[in-house]
């Protein structure tokens, strides 16, 4: 078996290390002593990238890119013999080094180098200078403090893999939660005075006034993605809201990853998949993805515009807000203060010559009119609507007032998402089910069939033998027993038997004809997953609403 480029890496720096006669560090320490951290100085350790990472008694152990720079190896006897030491040198490479770079910037170091700051200012100001002056001062002074702070915040955030940041008042603190994989964790506790200019700066970066706090707002601002750590843009869409102790500033952290846009990375398997790639390749009708906020449909819209992005096609959006910027897409946000709806500016975009439409939701009958006149003259049309399965979607828009006969004209296919957590792959171990929880797992996938168990990668289905697996928690994934989230889907395709019964007005009958496709659900289909070992049967349940109960499955960590 071929060595992959992290070993081949690793091998690499074994043998620089044996002609050197040092050690070599192939990876970033999980844990690293702050104590030994500040041994070397940050300016010094970035400028000849050399780190400390550990101390043992009186040895630390040092990582540095080239250990062979000389000027290095002077500035590191001068530093063993001030903090009467001695260094232990390790080889490394430019990735681990940036990793090891990062942990100098803590959020705990950032947030008392702005108390420092805001203590000399009071001291200088209130001895000199007028209320105006020290106000100036203040903010020079601050601004500096606390853009590394909101940056260190930043790191973090990406770094764990969050989703949003929430940074709300606490009585006299402010308090900062990472959403990791649909669930809130703290992560710093602020003073007020650092929490309130934290707040300030973040404003200032999403072009919000400042000295409003009565009501919200609504921003968005474009960071690096730590310089230290990777090149890409990120971008970050803010939101203020005025609360009884302050103003909660929320950012949704939006990666610019194409992963993320791949659909069988996201979760679309089987005949689900093979469904949705064929409707978005059509010429004319309406795609809908159905589901909660928070479930993903925005993201997999995405992913149908991304496959269908060619030269030939004009392809334009109407969202609230624009999430993500994807290239060649003509991408446009509405702005209902002004007058500009989801229903007016549809009007604007079917005078735009489009071939493709994406809508970011169906909220009222207008819009879901004008959806419909636009797929049955032509256009290709995707959007979103909130119901609790895929089917049920029909009778919403009914109720919408929308005509049967048109409807089931210009509808192609509906599919409602659920957003279930990843189990960790370095710590997932195989679970033994109680017999009864075991015996309705089998009942809801007995009518599967061999071809669509192919489909999802399993071999074959036996019944009386399958294998679940459950979260533990490791270093890896931060003791949770998850790491990122998959999205599970169930796919309704409207083919000629579902366009009568649309007519026909009858809910029950258009779950009978629908069931007649023998399509999985949304609970089949996590299920299968959890089989592939990608998420846990107590996931599954949490989101699907199943009939087990969760507790009894002892493996869920959140």
């Known amino acids: 078996m071929p060595e992959n480029k992290n070993q081949k890496s690793k091998n690499q720096l074994i043998k620089v290390a044996k002609k050197l006669g040092i050690k070599a ?15 070397i100085p940050e300016k010094i350790g970035l400028k000849y990238k050399m780190l400390a990472f550990d101390k043992s008694g009186k040895t630390v152990s040092v990582a540095m890119t080239d250990p062979q720079d000389i000027e290095a190896r002077n500035v590191l006897t001068f530093l063993a013999e001030r903090n009467k030491v001695t260094f232990d040198i390790y080889i490394t490479s430019e990735a681990v080094m940036r990793e090891i770079i990062s942990k100098y910037h803590s959020a705990e170091k950032a947030v008392k180098e702005v108390m420092a700051s805001f203590e000399d200012t009071t001291n200088k100001a209130n001895k000199t200078e007028s209320k105006k002056k020290r106000q100036a001062r203040q903010m020079m002074i601050q601004d500096a403090p606390v853009s590394k702070l909101v940056q260190v915040i930043i790191n973090h955030a990406i770094e764990g893999g969050a989703s949003d940041i929430h940074i709300e008042p606490m009585g006299d603190e402010y ?11 703290a992560s710093l506790v602020l003073p007020k005075s650092v929490g309130m200019a934290t707040i300030s700066h973040i404003k200032i970066l999403s072009n919000l006034k400042i000295d409003e706090t009565r009501k919200p707002q609504d921003g968005r601002f474009k960071s690096e993605r730590g310089k230290i750590i990777t090149k890409e843009d990120v971008d970050f869409r803010v939101s203020t809201l005025p609360v009884i102790s302050g103003e909660k500033v929320v950012m949704r952290v939006l990666t610019k990853d194409d992963r993320v846009f791949n659909l069988k990375k996201l979760g679309l398997l089987g005949k689900n998949y093979d469904i949705l ?19 993903g449909k925005s993201t997999t819209l995405y992913s149908f515009l991304k496959i269908i992005n060619i030269e030939e096609r004009n392809i334009v959006t109407l969202e609230d807000p624009v999430e993500y910027s994807l290239d060649g897409i003509n991408q446009s946000q509405i702005n209902p203060a002004i007058g500009y709806t989801f229903a007016n500016g549809l009007r604007s975009i079917l005078r735009q010559d489009p071939n493709v ?5 169906i909220r009222d009958g207008e819009t879901a009119e004008l959806a419909i006149h636009a797929a049955l003259t032509g256009h290709l049309v995707f959007s979103t609507l909130h119901t609790n399965s895929a089917i049920s979607a029909i009778p919403r828009l009914i109720d919408m007032g929308l005509e049967p006969f048109l409807l089931s004209s210009s509808l192609n296919a509906v599919a409602a998402q659920r957003l279930v957590r990843r189990l960790c792959d370095s710590c997932k ?8 929880i075991y015996e309705e797992i089998k009942n809801s996938l007995k009518n599967v069939s061999e071809e669509e168990i192919k489909k999802y990668g399993l071999k074959s289905l036996d019944l009386e033998n399958m294998k679940f697996y459950k979260s533990v928690g490791c270093e890896e994934c931060g003791g949770v027993g998850y790491k990122g989230r998959v999205a599970i889907y169930e ?24 069931n007649k496709q023998h399509l999985l659900n949304m609970r089949q289909d996590g299920l299968l997953k959890s089989l592939l070992g990608l998420t846990s049967v107590s996931e599954v349940e949490r989101m699907t609403e199943g009939s087990l109960t969760v507790g009894e499955l002892d493996d869920d960590k959140g």
């Open 429 to 436: 171990t195989e679970i033994k089910l109680p017999d009864a």
């Open 491 to 514: 796919c309704v395709d409207v083919n000629n038997d579902l366009r009568e019964v649309i007519i026909e007005k009858d809910e029950l009958l258009l779950k009978r004809t629908a």
């Open 357 to 361: 439409i994406m809508i970011g939701e």
């Open 277 to 295: 790639n064929k409707k978005i390749k059509e010429t004319s009708g309406i795609i809908l993805l159905t589901g909660p906020t928070g479930s």
């Open 175 to 185: 308090r900062v939660r990472f959403r990791v994989d649909g669930l809130l964790h």
């Open 25 to 39: 560090l192939g990876s970033a320490p999980k844990n690293i002593d702050k104590k030994s951290i500040e041994i």
